[in-house]
């Protein structure tokens, strides 16, 4: 579970996020949702400790991120696993190594075991024959695949995507979807996903927190998702004018 | 004041840089690909360049001292010495400036900005030293090796350029190159391609980590980070040749 606490931030005397509560629980697929600027990557980086916040707490299962020294941050963050927007995957090295890389970096394993975890999982991502291919000869949506089964490779506590979808057609953002909700629960992983994807959104989001403007504005489940009142929030879910007709014709 | 943040960035960073790695033979395989990337694909401009200048510096020498005082053998004398004390090493270096530091720079500075180092901090991996240290070493290394190779073949330069141009006989130039040898110069030169060698390496390196925005920033800081090491170059070039001579 992660809790974060009045988490304030701001860059250049300019707030971006407010007062920012919340617990993710584990096991479950936690989306934060919001316009594009509203705050969500900001608010993502600042959990990970990507960035450092101004005021407030995250507790990661009652451990105060904030808190600890450089040595106890590393020894965490071994914990956590996280899928970039674009991927992240390093371009000198091959899908495998890719993987493999925080296998090699912080564990004692043989070559053989590598190789059975790289396997493993691969198969979990359904790329099981591209351990040679390097990141430029794989489409977006496999590189979201193959920066998710590095993400887990360490089998981490934490799990955090920014975007995931973003730049993938909606066939290949569903795989994506299913990929991260069958993860989180099949290893109960607390799992923050970022997002403005609204099929991710009724898919996975089993919590959401929206924010607007650096704000937490509500939170919900993905069944009160369609049903609220909250006027921001409708304004957002439902920009579009198919999505207001197919409200209207639900109602 | 912006140049002095810089400056205490800077050398945050080389602390970063030279902490204790996560895993040794990591960073050594790193260091070798380093050696090979950097170090051993430069060897061939590093040759043709030197060879030209050995030939150059043979008939410039030639023209500008036409005296039948002068004895001929002294042209490989001159030869020898502008290529171990200047041509080899700082001329080269301000060359691996922009053949090795535009590379680092572009290297690192594409990193950042597809967050492939916000990876490596997420995974606990030190990006800094990871990324940086096998380069600085891989360089450091190289360099009085390249600086060695760039003597010899401007030598070889000298050896074509001038009995070709019939200003020297080769018996006359392999004399001058032998004549009034200072030991001394080489290791002088060497300590001077050791410094250069950390700068091309560290300096780009540093401008490439920092890099802010996209594809655009990363080539104006590859051009940036070519001239401040240049600048730094000639700027330790002068202090060393100061204190070494004094």
């Known amino acids: ?251 | 004041m912006n140049y002095f943040k810089h400056i205490g960035d800077y050398f945050l960073l080389m602390l970063k840089v030279f902490a204790r790695p996560e895993r040794h033979i990591i960073y050594f395989r790193q260091t070798l690909k380093e050696i090979e990337n950097l170090g051993l694909s430069s060897i061939g401009i590093v040759t043709i360049i030197s060879i030209f200048m050995g030939g150059i510096v043979t008939l410039q020498i030639h023209y500008n001292l036409v005296n039948p005082l002068f004895p001929r053998y002294l042209i490989g004398v001159g030869n020898r010495d502008i290529l171990i004390l200047e041509f080899s090493s700082t001329i080269l270096g301000l060359m691996m400036a922009g053949k090795i530091g535009s590379n680092i720079a572009t290297e690192i500075g594409s990193m950042r900005i597809s967050e492939q180092i916000e990876s490596l901090e997420i995974m606990g991996v030190n990006s800094a030293g990871y990324l940086i240290l096998p380069k600085v070493i891989a360089v450091v290394f190289i360099s009085p090796i390249l600086f060695i190779l760039s003597v010899f073949f401007g030598l070889i330069g000298g050896l074509i350029a001038g009995p070709g141009a019939g200003i020297i006989t080769v018996i006359q130039y392999l004399d001058g190159v032998q004549y009034l040898f200072v030991p001394f110069y080489v290791k002088f030169s060497i300590i001077k391609s050791l410094v250069f060698g950390f700068i091309i390496s560290s300096v780009p390196a540093y401008f490439g980590y920092n890099v802010k925005g996209g594809a655009l920033e990363v080539g104006k800081t590859s051009t940036q980070s070519v001239v401040n090491s240049s600048i730094l170059i000639l700027f330790f070039d002068l202090i060393i040749t100061q204190l070494f001579f004094k």
């Open chain 1, 1 to 251: 579970m992660i809790e974060i606490k009045n988490i304030c931030k701001s860059f250049e005397g300019r707030p971006v996020l407010k007062d920012i509560s919340m617990a993710f629980d584990a096991g479950k697929t936690n989306l934060i949702i919001g316009k594009s600027g509203s705050g969500k990557t900001v608010l993502l980086k600042s959990i990970v400790g990507l960035l450092k916040i101004d005021s407030g707490e995250i507790l990661y299962h009652d451990r105060n991120f904030c808190q600890m020294n450089f040595k106890e941050r590393k020894k965490l963050r071994q914990e956590m696993g996280m899928v970039f927007q674009g991927g992240a995957l390093f371009d000198s090295l091959n899908v495998e190594e890719n993987i493999r890389f925080p296998l090699d970096m912080f564990t004692y394993m043989t070559p053989n075991e590598k190789r059975k975890r790289v396997d493993f999982c691969l198969e979990h991502v359904n790329m099981s024959k591209a351990n040679k291919l390097f990141p430029s000869e794989i489409s977006g949506g496999m590189k979201k695949r193959v920066a998710i089964a590095r993400a887990i490779v360490m089998n981490p506590k934490y799990l955090f995507c920014d975007e995931p979808n973003s730049g993938l057609d909606p066939v290949t953002s569903n795989t994506i979807d299913e990929l991260i909700l069958n993860i989180t629960q099949e290893f109960g992983i607390t799992t923050i996903v970022n997002t403005h994807d609204m099929n991710s959104v009724i898919e996975i989001g089993q919590s959401i927190l929206f924010i607007s403007g650096g704000e937490k504005c509500w939170e919900g489940t993905n069944k009160e998702v369609l049903n609220t009142n909250h006027e921001k929030l409708n304004d957002f879910i439902f920009a579009s004018n198919l999505s207001k007709q197919m409200r209207d014709t639900l109602k």
